[in-house]
Structure formats: structure tokens, C-alpha cells
């Protein structure tokens, strides 16, 4: 079943449940659907631009859970892959200095995607998101990386969002992430990233980095051209989710300005305000529990 209208951007990786201890203190866990590509499409559905999700979602009652969550939110599941493997569940810790979570994925619907299972890009697509978990193991690793390399023209957002706790082989992994790098339009990192990464590898004039720094803002980088932009100051309630709004709230400014395409071609106070934009839609899901993603006008 489709979404009201054909996805402009594809937000591809995994779907997760995330169970996350209740507010009230007992042992109970809440289920809340999750996972960076997920959480990513419902956060520019709800900032009203037109998406999909592409993936693969399991075919038991978890999986089932997050399909209808995501038709309920608008986001089109047209171009899912449907499987009889479990979903990928992640079980939240309260700790002192944030959550952790513990993945169960062995063996996942998510991760077993293949090259062959892939969708072909909608002709009107104009922009893939990638990045998380989904791109460190095979075999769904191997076939986000060929879709990427399918995108053609089209603008590739990489957010590396790397968890390393989840991390197999360090050196296949890091590879595959250097190759996606030098592919795509938009780099976006965070301090964690490059706390286990290192220095990124030299981007084109035509490439756009982006940094997120938690309460600080946003630094965003391209050839010669560089800002900073700031982060109001909210009460910040968890992190889940932030990065993933954040990427939303870059990529629906500039659909909603009608500017989205190649970077370098973008005037730069419409890339500044997008990027801005972004930071104001972060900010509020911190201000939130779980990954809550705001609507357009909430941060207007």
C-alpha cells in the first residue's frame, strides 16, 4: 500500500522496535518504532514532504506494527520488502550519562536485504537518504551501498551515525563507508562519529559536510565556504532520534524552498536557513521523549 503521493525522497536502512523503559519507574518496557531511516521518513512526512521508506520489514507482529506505523505517519511503503526473518529489536538502558541500547539484529529481516531485493528509483525521486546500522553487515550493507551508486544525479545524503558497539568488521565497515563518502552530496557526521572514525577522507568542492555538535549547533562546510549555526537552549529530555530529524528538517527546508538539488548550486542563505531549520527540528525532538519529531509549525 502507497503513501498519498509518490516519494520524492527514499530514506533507506533499518527499522527497529526499540523498547525503552516507562517514565513511572517499573520494570515494564514501552515498544516505539525506531531506526534511522524510519525515523527519518516520519519526520519529513510530518514536516509535509512526500516519502518513502525503503527497506525490509519483517512479516511478524513487530513487523506489522512498524508497517502500519509508517502508513499512519504517510510515509509509502510501496517500495518496502516484506520478510519472514524477525524484526530487529533494541532494548534501552538508563544510564547515568544517556541511554544505551543493546541490539538484537542476528539474522534480522533488515539486515538480510539483498542486492536483488532492491527497488528501482521512482523517476521522480529526488533525493536517498542512507546511513546507520544498515550499513554494517552484509548482506544489506552490500545493497544500500549498490543503491547509492544507482542514484545517478539525484541528491545522496550519508549520515554515518555509526553505533560500535554493533560494529562486525571494522575494516569492511570503514571501508564501505569511505567508498559511500566519496559518492555522495551531503556527508553528515557528529562528534561521536569522528570520535571512531578519524579524519574523513578529502570531499569535492561539490560535496557538503555537515557537523552536528549537540548543544552547540551545526557547522557546515563546502570547498571554501563554512558557517556555524546555533542551537537554542531547551531542556533536553533524550537524544533519540536527533540526528535523523535533523537530516529531515535540512532536506524538507529545502524542498519546501524548491531549491533541492545539487549543493553547489544552492544559493547559500537557503542552504544556511535549511540547515538552520534542521537545528530548530533537532531541538525540539530533544525537548520530547523518544524520536518525536515536530510538524512545520511547531518550529516556524
Not at 57 to 82: K, N
Not at 106 to 117: H, L, P, V
Request: charged letters at 20%; glycine letters at 8%; a negative charge.
Amino acid at each position: 500500500m502507497a503513501g498519498v503521493s509518490p516519494p520524492c525522497i527514499l530514506c533507506c536502512g533499518e527499522a527497529v522496535m526499540d523498547l525503552v523503559p516507562l517514565a513511572d519507574g517499573s520494570d515494564a518496557l514501552l515498544p516505539v518504532v525506531g531506526g534511522a531511516a524510519v525515523n527519518c521518513a516520519v519526520a519529513l512526512s510530518r514536516l509535509g514532504v512526500s516519502v518513502g521508506f525503503v527497506g525490509a520489514l519483517s512479516t511478524d507482529a513487530i513487523g506489522e506494527r512498524i508497517f502500519e506505523h509508517l502508513l499512519r505517519q504517510g510515509v509509502d511503503t510501496s517500495l518496502t520488502h516484506q520478510s519472514a526473518k524477525p524484526s530487529t529489536l533494541a532494548v534501552a538502558q538508563l544510564l547515568p550519562d544517556g541511554i544505551r541500547f543493546t541490539l538484537f539484529d542476528e539474522n534480522s529481516a533488515g539486515r538480510s536485504i539483498t542486492t536483488d531485493q532492491l527497488p528501482t528509483i521512482p523517476k521522480n525521486t529526488q533525493a536517498l537518504v542512507f546511513g546507520g546500522i544498515s550499513l554494517a553487515h552484509a548482506p544489506a550493507a552490500a545493497a544500500f551501498e549498490l543503491m547509492i551508486t544507482r542514484a545517478g544525479r539525484r541528491v545522496t545524503w550519508l549520515d554515518l551515525n555509526i553505533r560500535p558497539s554493533v560494529i562486525g568488521d571494522a575494516e569492511d565497515y570503514r571501508a564501505r563507508l569511505i567508498r559511500m563518502i566519496r559518492l555522495a552530496s551531503v556527508v553528515k557526521v557528529s562528534d561521536e562519529d569522528l570520535d571512531w572514525f578519524g579524519p574523513l577522507p578529502d570531499l569535492r568542492d561539490d560535496q557538503l559536510l555537515l557537523h552536528t555538535c549537540g548543544a552547540a549547533g551545526a557547522e557546515a562546510r563546502m570547498g571554501s565556504w563554512g558557517c556555524h549555526v546555533p542551537a537554542p537552549k531547551v531542556e533536553v529530555r533524550d537524544t533519540v532520534g536527533a540526528g535523523d530529524t535533523f537530516n529531515a528538517g535540512v532536506l524538507a527546508s529545502l524542498v519546501h524552498s524548491d531549491v533541492l538539488g545539487p549543493m553547489a548550486k544552492i544559493d547559500k542563505p537557503s542552504l544556511v536557513a535549511a540547515i538552520a531549520f534542521g537545528v530548530r527540528a533537532a531541538s525540539f525532538s530533544v525537548n520530547h521523549a523518544g524520536a518525536h519529531a515536530p510538524t512545520q509549525k511547531e518550529i516556524e
